[in-house]
């Protein structure tokens, strides 16, 4: 992987917007669900509680994971 240096509050800046993009996906598959929680729409889907439900149940999955792996580069940077 090529590295590069970047200011420390363009980095946070960057990673913010990113955040709030996904943040903003999440809520909008949410919404098309009528659910209040990412984690309770997973599990309806996988217990079939929630038909046709599977696409956004791993769109879920991956916006929570690349969430998560930006706070921690947030925090670290």
Do not use: C, F, V
């Amino acid at each position: 992987m090529t590295q590069i240096s970047m200011d420390k509050d363009l980095a946070n800046d960057l990673i913010d917007s990113k955040l709030r993009n996904i943040k903003e996906q999440i809520s909008e598959i949410l919404k098309r669900w009528d659910q209040i929680s990412a984690d309770k729409l997973i599990q309806s889907s996988r217990d079939g509680e929630l038909p046709e439900s599977e696409i956004d149940a791993i769109a879920l999955t991956n916006l929570q994971q690349k969430m998560h792996e930006l706070e921690k580069r947030k925090r670290d940077y």
